[in-house]
């Protein structure tokens, strides 16, 4: 496994990661979850991330009490909040008031005293920047949290919270979780890589795979049952990528792959990691082989000329 620093921070993190969105505490049973959580772990896996709204806290619960079965320096946690929680007015957003109680109710799911990356699950435009920067200053100086980061927020959003940092001192975000994928490359385009690169701001990207497009399942003509496709509830999303057009541009990567003898899956991760300033790919399995194929891809280094084959194949949209 490589690892690789968050950001300008001194803290590494495994490049492949293991999220919970869905699965872990969702759709895949107890067993599974703690299988999969442990083969992460002793496969060198050390960047675990989840979100008190997944699972409305059950993803948390659950990593909570796997992961108990670890040295606690060994891992890296990271989790979110934002999101509603519940009907109460003041429990979703990044006032600091819901910034101060999530992390209280994240420690008390995840089982730890502290979490290395508590992010911004996205940009609340109801509170002031500068009192979400003293929310998460506070909680870093409390030692509750390690660092904090962003997810899903503009290059212009970010530019702001750092701004507020330098000017009041206070600690800056080391990081962005934005979705980012060959079929999904937003970041690359509309100013927050460039940002983030510049400012020593790590990436760590989550639906790499493109909710699973990327490893060909879907240009099958048979689905398997237990796809994502096929789960009315979480399809949305595979939905806009597995556009014919897309699925085409799939094809000729499985093409490539199986010149470099090597799943079509793990060209795409290694595609994303192609860049220093991604930190970590967030991945997730619903099974053991799933993510036994997934972790191989952290060995795998692309070519200039291969890298320049894939480009050529899914072209950037300006």
Known sequence: MEYRRLGNCGARVSVIGLGSWITIGGTVDKKTGNDLIKFAFDNGINFFDTADVYAIGRAEKFLGVSLKNFRRQDL????????????????KG???KHVTESVHNS???????YIDLYQCHRYDTET???ETCRAFNTLIEQGKILYWGTSEWTGKQIKEAVTVCEKYNLHKPVSN???YSLLYRDIETNGVLDYCQ???????????LAQGVLTGKYNRKKIDRDSRLMDKKNSVFVQRLATEENLKKVEK????????KTPVSNVALAWCLRNQIISSVITSATKLSQLKETIKASELELSGQI???IENNFKLKK
């Open 107 to 113: 420690l008390q799911n995840l089982k730890t005293d």
């Open 177 to 179: 979780q934005p979705q």
């Open 253 to 260: 990567l499985i093409s490539i792959a199986e010149e470099l």
């Open 76 to 91: 890296f946690i990271a989790s979110k909040c934002f999101w509603p929680m519940s009907r109460n007015t003041n429990d």
């Open 198 to 208: 510049k400012e020593g701001i790590g990436q760590v990207v989550w639906s790499p």
């Open 94 to 96: 990044l006032s600091r």
């Open 128 to 130: 002031p920047v500068e």
């Open 307 to 309: 890298i320049k084959k």
